[in-house]
């Protein structure tokens, strides 16, 4: 099994910016792609960004894309999201994500989830 726990949420102003983290630990060799997906009261779940094991293939939603870069650490088994420019609208339960499958994009199935931070972006 495989454990996820982010980190790096929390209230900020419009314009600002954050730096969310996740964390895997148990059977991480069987990682591959990892993603961020986000849920706002009331919305269902969305993809954010994602990121093969390699690092060379990136993945954005296009609401997030030239504010949000995601990158990873496989030595450290980490996945980041770096925010910036962030709006009102980026309020949401932010989830990291993993999957055995190498790509990591918005239309597959990812097997392992964290809990969530929660990203507060006021105006």
């Known amino acids: 099994q495989v454990q996820l726990v982010e980190s790096g949420g929390g209230l900020v102003q419009a314009g600002g910016s954050l730096r969310l983290s996740c964390a895997a630990s148990?059977?991480?060799?069987?990682?591959?792609?990892m993603g961020w997906f986000r849920q706002a009261p009331g919305k269902e779940r969305e993809f954010v960004a994602g990121?093969?094991?390699?690092?060379?293939?990136?993945y954005y939603a296009d609401s997030v894309k030239g504010r949000f870069t995601i990158s990873r650490d496989n030595g450290k088994n980490s996945v980041y999201l770096q925010m910036n420019s962030l709006k009102p609208e980026d309020t949401a339960v932010y989830y990291c994500?993993?999957?055995?499958?190498?790509?990591?994009?918005?239309?597959?199935?990812?097997?392992?989830w964290g809990q969530g931070t929660q990203v507060t972006v006021s105006s």
């Open positions: 148990g059977r991480t060799v069987t990682i591959y792609g």
């Open positions: 994500a993993a999957r055995k499958g190498s790509v990591a994009g918005p239309f597959v199935e990812y097997e392992y």
């Open positions: 990121i093969r094991r390699s690092g060379d293939s990136t």
